[in-house]
């Protein structure tokens, strides 16, 4: 079975700091992860995912993911806040093969100080 | 296209009364999906169609039921609602294609069971 803890529900940072959004997995077999946002009354929209080929994992909005297999951890980084970035994070684990469905976290809230 | 849509965007019914929440997917995806969203909880997959005629339930399946009418759409029904299944609903689609689980949602319908 797959699974995923966020750590930290909500985290504040100043507008031009570092993000950094934590995600470590639990899989039995090779995962693919992914990271999703929502923006305030909508849908989850897809930042980044790694599927198995490189393990620095670059998105849109300037975000970008580590693999680490030794950590079993998959954190969201990015280097300078914008206001916009405030929304809700998903981390996200399936196993390696097509057709499986997702194991979601319980969300980090980003809240971007001006 | 469209993509994932769903219809209606919010809903309000009364204890023990019945709906049908529509999602119709444009992009030929294979697998179909549906989520509920709760605050704290992240989502949790109520069921699933990894193919046109085929369904399975997902992790809280009790108090619904889905019919995947066609390879585009993919329903959930509330037979009684309660005041328990007042939530935010997802619908997902994705490809199902060899090293692609990128799931894409639509924008979510908001029910209140009163």
């Known amino acids: 079975a797959q699974s995923v803890t966020q750590l930290g529900s909500h985290v504040s940072v100043s507008e031009g700091a570092l993000v950094l959004l934590r995600c470590n997995y639990s899989?039995?077999?090779?995962?693919?992860l992914f990271w999703y946002v929502q923006y305030p009354n909508q849908g989850l929209q897809l930042l980044l995912k790694?599927?198995?080929?490189?393990?620095l994992v670059k998105g849109i909005n300037g975000f970008e993911a580590e693999f680490k297999k030794s950590e079993t951890s998959f954190h969201l980084t990015k280097p300078s806040a914008h206001m916009s970035d405030a929304a809700e994070y998903f981390c996200?684990?399936?196993?390696?093969?097509?057709?499986?469905?997702?194991?979601f976290g319980t969300g980090t809230r980003l809240t971007i100080i001006p | 296209n469209a993509g994932v849509t769903q219809t209606p965007k919010f809903q309000v019914l009364k204890t023990g009364q019945s709906m049908t929440l529509q999602c119709a997917q444009d992009?030929?995806?294979?697998?179909m999906y549906w989520y509920r969203q709760d605050p704290g909880m992240g989502l949790r997959l109520i069921y699933y169609?990894?193919?046109?005629?085929?369904?399975d339930k997902g992790e809280v399946p009790n108090g619904y039921n889905v019919s995947r009418l066609n390879k585009r759409e993919f329903s959930l029904r509330l037979e009684s609602a309660a005041p328990s299944q007042t939530s935010v609903y997802f619908c997902?689609?994705?490809?199902?294609?060899?090293?692609?689980?990128?799931?894409?949602f639509g924008p979510g319908t908001r029910l209140t069971v009163l």
């Open positions: 996200a684990v399936s196993k390696n093969f097509g057709n499986e469905k997702l194991t």
């Open positions: 899989s039995s077999v090779p995962p693919y």
């Open positions: 790694y599927t198995s080929a490189a393990t």
């Open positions: 992009m030929n995806h294979n697998s």
């Open positions: 169609s990894a193919s046109e005629g085929t369904t």
């Open positions: 997902a689609s994705i490809p199902g294609l060899a090293n692609n689980n990128e799931q894409f």
